[in-house]
């Protein structure tokens, strides 16, 4: 029971002990920490304040310690601790960049390019459309092609007419004919001449009229005159147009039929104007048509319109494709895919990246942890993967670090941080408080200076 007690007496002193060996070193620890953070600044008394700041907005500053307009306690801004750096770089805390989820990425070099996608309606080829008219007058007697959509083969006969100008004249022609034979054995020169300029003449009327070179040649062979002649189709394609009537009368120069050969259609697509640099004829192109998924027809651009459309603000663009199955038919809308030409090793930034403000376009280029600079570049063409890119003509070097995200909050600080610096350099912080101005009562040294806006 003694040795209990003896050793409960002695347990407390023993404690005591052991917390006061703690205290110890960690105070220990703790000034060394100190001592070791503060190696790389001078000593409180030698260090200068530039200005005091609110801690709830930068932009209150003031020229003497005191309480920010919402009753808080300005803190010191030390010379050694301006964030302000020469020049336009500014400086921010890296916990406040993690903060503000600041993301960089790389100036690149690359083959440059775009997608465009428009839609395109698909119409004639206007350099295979033909009219079919006659150049003499009659009656219809029969008529071959008797729908619009008949598709027809060069030479298949469209139409039968009977024009009595058309049978005197190859009367004339038959009996010409016989002259020329009968005067070729004359003595006479001129007998054969005459005779030779009447059948010239007879043969030059026919041809002129468009009579085929068989007709006249089964003329000359029987002198048999036909009552008819027959309008052949010029070109294999599809008839479009139709205005002959069978029965009808047939003026001179009057269209009969409209044939387009659609082995080969036109496309007219539109194009912004800030997507005409990418586009040059004969370049390639894709087409789809939406009820026949998974199709794709290959084309080329054809012409680019040199004006710009007034009432939709665009280009007017003219692509060509093969039609060799019809599957194209006028009047569809299509799906129109354009890769533009490539611009070799450009240099390009995300187009995320540029700050836009009308007369300048800015991107942040990172020196080191927490600094940027503001740099003023000059801007080219946006294509590159998804049309995301952007390219640079001038301000950057390929390899340079830039911000991708969050530089409009930079773009902020670095306003702000200009004001600021403008405001320490161009001006004298005032004396006077809120609360003085305009009293005439002399600045109270426990109250802060004038709040200077931004």
């Known amino acids: 029971m003694n040795l209990q007690k003896h050793v409960k007496q002695l347990w407390i002193p023993v404690f005591l002990i052991l917390v006061l060996a703690c205290s110890f070193f960690l105070g220990r620890a703790s000034t060394d920490k100190a001592t070791s953070e503060s190696q790389d600044l001078p000593p409180l008394d030698e260090r200068q304040i530039l200005y005091w700041q609110a801690p709830m907005d930068p932009s209150e500053i003031y020229d003497r310690p005191g309480k920010s307009k919402m009753g808080m306690d300005l803190i010191p801004v030390y010379e050694d601790e301006d964030r302000m750096d020469s020049g336009n770089t500014i400086s921010v805390d890296p916990a406040t960049v993690q903060n503000m989820g600041v993301r960089t990425g790389q100036v690149q070099r690359l083959d440059f390019m775009r997608t465009i996608r428009t839609i395109g309606e698909v119409q004639y080829d206007e350099e295979k459309l033909y009219l079919v008219n006659t150049k003499i007058s009659g009656w219809i007697e029969t008529l071959h092609a008797h729908f619009v959509g008949d598709q027809v083969q060069a030479g298949d006969p469209l139409l039968e007419i009977y024009s009595p100008e058309l049978v005197t004249t190859q009367q004339e022609y038959v009996l010409a004919l016989k002259n020329f034979r009968l005067a ?94 990418w586009i040059s004829n004969g370049q390639r192109v894709e087409m789809q048509l939406s009820y026949l998924p998974g199709k794709t027809y290959t084309g080329r651009v054809s012409y680019v319109y040199p004006y710009l459309r007034e009432s939709a603000r ?80 001038s301000g950057l070097r390929v390899g340079e670090e830039i911000v991708i995200s969050a530089q409009f909050m930079l773009d902020s600080e670095s306003r702000l941080q200009e004001a600021i610096r403008k405001m320490l350099h161009g001006q004298t912080l005032p004396e006077s408080t809120p609360e003085d101005e305009g009293s005439g009562v002399p600045s109270n040294p426990s109250k802060p200076a004038e709040h200077l806006h931004h």
């Open 184 to 277: 070729s054995q004359s003595t006479i020169p001129s007998v054969r001449e005459d005779a030779q300029k009447l059948l010239t003449s007879a043969q030059t009327r026919l041809e002129y009229w468009d009579i085929p070179e068989s007709e006249i040649d089964y003329l000359a062979q029987t002198g048999e005159v036909r009552k008819t002649i027959v309008i052949s189709a010029p070109v294999t394609g599809i008839v479009v147009a139709r205005n002959a009537i069978e029965g009808g009368h047939v003026e001179v120069g009057e269209d009969l039929f409209k044939i387009a050969d659609l082995r080969t259609v036109w496309v007219h697509a539109s194009f912004y104007d800030n997507e005409v640099p």
């Open 314 to 393: 665009d280009v007017h663009v003219r692509l060509i494709f093969s039609n060799p199955d019809l599957d194209l038919k006028p009047g569809m809308y299509a799906n129109i895919q354009l890769q533009s030409k490539v611009i070799p090793d450009a240099i390009v930034v995300p187009s995320e990246a540029v700050i836009r403000s009308g007369a300048r376009a800015i991107i942040f280029v990172v020196h080191d942890e927490g600094r940027f600079e503001p740099r003023e570049i000059l801007l080219g063409e946006e294509g590159g993967p998804n049309n995301n890119y952007i390219r640079i003509l």
